[in-house]
């Protein structure tokens, strides 16, 4: 995995803790999520101001403080830890917090001036120093500096998200927003509650956790042509736990396409082509043989080849029906068992009338080429009418089939 250590994105929500009053300057070390109101421990270098307590004839002016859940030389601050500076008896004018490279870490003042909350969690292994200053009730400016230094994490402490659709990409409407982590994550709602979909128009969707390493989102019907997607990863440094923490906060937006639907019927040996709800074209077609049935269900086109060489062995399949042909034509992949859409010339006196493939779905090249050209990531593809296997959740991007209702129950916060 590539080291990243980029600054991930700004938190959405700002949860201001809850003030401290102390006469004297505490310094609160907790982690992100421990009680607000808790301290632990009396920190020093504070400046403060009162009035002078041997007038009897004025009222006494409650010192100033200002306090930093972080500091006073603490080592080994987890990653996870959102910085957070609170005033008692003051009004916060200035906080920055710098990383030792010279990084500022983005942070959001509250509009009463009483605190003040980083946007983003830390990075390891990384020495930070907070300045903050603020003003007394009684008028006097108060300065407070602190420095601590985050846990060092290996490589294998951290989990890199992966996100498709890429960036700017035009998908399908049945292109599920998959991320993908490379060390795997035992604490799933932690994660999840960093991850949200954003489209307009607004579209009800759900996360499904499909293992420890790959999560999906899909709306409850097919996206809506024309939508705009923005998908944000904002797990940077949150605890994913068994000691591993997100390592960067990824963004991604894109588009959906027109909405392509290819029903397959096997047992009439034809494909009927519809875009946005029009029939485009109906396609004679060859799916799988008695023993190569292919399989009933939802399938998304995953991805796709001009030329690829198809090697029954890659598969399973051996002895007698063994196959291994070079430069097939535009090839779109449906399952990772090994399920296309290709061009088959060398079936085509069978297309529309026989299935004697090994479980593609086989048409004449000039048909092959004109579906491919107009196909995406994310088209749907439904196969019906066969004797084989029903198309499972894994065997590709499977999301289809299943019913929304559950489908959300993969969500880890269901």
């Known amino acids: 995995m590539t080291p990243f250590r980029t600054s991930a994105l700004p938190r959405r929500g700002v949860l201001l803790g809850t003030l401290a009053a102390s006469a004297v300057a505490l310094t609160a070390c ?22 002078d307590s041997s007038s009897s004839s004025e ?14 030389g603490e080592e080994d601050v987890p990653v996870s830890r959102v910085v957070t500076v609170t005033v008692a008896n003051a009004t916060l004018t200035k906080v920055a917090v710098r990383a030792d490279g010279g990084e500022e870490l983005p942070g959001t003042m509250a509009e009463n001036q009483y605190s003040w909350r980083a946007d983003d969690r830390l990075e390891p292994g990384t020495t930070y120093q907070v300045r903050a200053v603020a003003v007394g009730d009684d008028g006097a400016k108060v300065n407070r500096k602190v420095t601590f230094r985050t846990q060092d994490l290996t490589l294998a402490q951290q989990t890199y998200p992966s996100i498709a659709p890429l960036e700017g990409e035009t998908v399908g409407v049945g292109m599920p927003v998959i991320v993908t982590f490379d060390v795997a994550v035992s604490d799933q709602a932690a994660m999840e509650r960093q991850m949200t979909v954003t489209a307009q128009p607004a579209q009800d969707g759900a996360w499904h ?10 709306p409850k019907s097919y996206w809506q042509a024309g939508s705009k997607v923005t998908v944000d990863v904002a797990v940077n440094g949150v605890d994913a736990g068994d000691g591993v923490y997100g390592q960067l906060s990824r963004s991604v937006s894109f588009d959906v396409g027109d909405a392509h ?21 109906t396609l004679p077609i060859t799916t799988g043989k008695p023993g190569f049935d292919t399989r009933n269900g939802t399938k998304v086109i995953i991805e796709k080849f ?11 399949i051996s002895g007698a029906e063994a196959y291994n042909i070079s430069g097939v034509k535009w090839a779109m992949r449906l399952t990772y068992s090994g399920e296309f859409i290709h061009a088959a010339p060398w079936s ?15 048409m004449s090249t000039a048909n092959a080429g004109w579906l491919y050209e107009m196909s995406r990531r994310g088209d749907v593809v439904v196969t019906t009418g066969t004797n084989g296997n ?13 019913s929304f209702r559950q489908w959300r129950k993969g969500s880890a916060l269901a």
């Open 390 to 402: 029903d198309m499972t959740l894994t065997n590709g991007w499977g999301d289809w089939n299943e």
């Open 209 to 218: 956790w499909l293992s420890q390493h790959e999560v999906h989102w899909r």
């Open 261 to 281: 639907v290819y029903r397959v019927n096997a047992k009439t040996h034809e494909m009927k082509v519809f875009s946005n709800g029009k029939l485009l074209r």
């Open 30 to 51: 907790q982690d992100d999520t421990a009680a607000s109101g808790s301290t632990g421990g009396t920190g020093t270098g504070d400046a403060s101001s009162a009035a």
């Open 59 to 72: 009222p006494s002016v409650s010192p100033a403080s200002v306090t930093v859940n972080c500091g006073g």
């Open 348 to 362: 085509v006196s069978s297309q529309g009338n026989a299935n004697v493939s090994h479980g593609c779905t086989g």
């Open 306 to 316: 001009a030329s690829k060489r198809m090697n029954s062995e890659t598969v399973g």
